[in-house]
Nanobody, 120 residues
């Protein structure tokens, strides 16, 4: 069984920083890409950032977070990180870890989500 376990959410003031982590646990799988999506109340889930795992480390960011958020990976730990700087109230959302992963079949896997609240 494969699980994505997130950590690092919380409450931060505007202009502050947070670092999210997501580790893929289990065995016998190949990860192609990992990343983060977010969903604010009343809104659809949206892409935040993704990074390739198996070939290079190509990254993709939502325009709204470019220059403020940085995604990185540790392949040995099957872990992806999201460093979030200069946080704004509009970054408030539940952040979900995502993985394009193959164990027996290739699927999208999701974490349970971690709350990020930016407020003074």
């Amino acid at each position: 069984q494969v699980q994505l376990v997130e950590s690092g959410g919380g409450l931060v003031q505007p202009g502050g920083s947070l670092r999210l982590s997501c580790a893929a646990s289990g065995s016998g799988f190949t990860i192609y890409s990992m990343g983060w999506y977010r969903q604010a109340p009343g809104k659809q889930r949206e892409l935040v950032a993704t990074i390739t795992i198996t070939s290079g480390s190509s990254t993709n960011y939502a325009d709204s977070v470019k220059g403020r958020f940085t995604i990185s990976r540790d392949n040995a730990k099957n872990t992806v990180y999201l460093q979030m700087n200069s946080l704004k109230p509009e970054d408030t959302a539940v952040y979900y870890c995502w993985a394009d992963l193959k164990r027996f079949m290739r699927y999208d896997y999701w974490g349970q989500g971690t709350q990020v609240t930016v407020s003074s």
